[in-house]
């Protein structure tokens, strides 16, 4: 009996429904103009000044945070946020105390005015807001007022704050 026969057949099949969907999903029938973030990035242009920018780049952010990529995350905040904390104390600060690898996933967003827009992003249960703001040619993350003060602690008084709260996840 020849036990590597099922496992060919699932393996065909998952290979022909990854392609399936890939090409049926590159054929929208949409407009040709990029969208969000990635394609004006590739192009070397600003980003779409529109809440599908401000979108795609919320969504970056939070792929790159909950990846693990806080380097990354760092360099979408905003100049006040990254005036606040280093880039190098950002990431031993998540590296300490954020719960890695859960999917922060973009859940609504409106626009305030032209250059602002509120995204809600939900991980896990819980749901949480957050403020993109279209700075240099591209949209940023704002952090938020306790985030600031968070950081601009410096990341050791950060990480032994948020062990104190019993917010960090890591509360070794």
């Not at 022909?16 to 192009?43: E, I, M």
């Not at 792929?63 to 360099?75: K, L, Q």
């Not at 967003?109 to 403020?131: C, F, N, P």
């Not at 591209?138 to 104190?164: C, F, S, T």
């Amino acid at each position: 009996m020849d036990f590597n026969t099922p496992y060919r057949r699932i393996t065909v099949l998952a290979l022909a429904a990854v392609a399936t969907l890939g090409v049926t999903s590159a054929c929208s029938g949409g407009d040709d103009a990029p969208a969000g973030n990635a394609a004006a990035a590739a192009a070397g242009g600003p980003e779409p000044k529109t809440l599908d920018g401000a979108k795609a780049a919320a969504q970056t952010v939070f792929d790159r945070f909950s990846g693990g990529d806080f380097a990354g995350a760092w360099e979408m905040y905003t100049s006040a946020g990254k005036q606040a904390i280093s880039k190098d104390d950002y990431v031993k600060l998540n590296q300490a105390c954020s719960r890695k690898g859960l999917a922060i996933t973009l859940t609504s967003a409106r626009m305030e005015g032209v250059d602002k827009a509120i995204v809600i992003a939900k991980q896990l249960v819980a749901a949480q807001s957050y403020t993109m703001v279209y700075e240099g040619n591209g949209w940023r993350l704002e952090p938020a007022a306790e985030g600031l003060a968070l950081y601009k602690m410096g990341a050791a008084k950060a990480i032994a704050a948020q062990k104190k709260a019993g917010t960090c996840a890591n509360n070794q």
